[in-house]
């Protein structure tokens, strides 16, 4: 596994990815595009389908309570 990316959005730092986690469209498109990064073909094309509702949710959740990007699948 790539280790800048398993912290938040590019190794931005976490007050940066909060931001981008808040609106759905930037969670969404950067969730898809740090999994195919990470070289996880299918969380990236699950997050293409679920990325936009269930996942961003998850996301916002996440980031505020362990300040990591979730990460639910490493496939």
């Known amino acids: 596994m790539i280790d800048r990316f398993d912290d938040d959005y590019f190794n931005i730092g976490h007050y940066y990815s909060y931001a981008l986690a808040i609106f759905p469209l930037t969670s969404w498109i950067l969730g898809i595009i740090t999994r195919f990064q990470e070289k996880c073909i299918l969380a990236g094309i699950i997050r293409v389908f679920f990325g936009f509702n269930i996942l961003w949710l998850l996301d916002i ?5 362990t300040k990591k990007i979730l ?3 490493n496939i």
Do not use: A, T
């Open 61 to 65: 959740f996440f980031i505020f309570k």
């Open 71 to 73: 990460k639910l699948l």
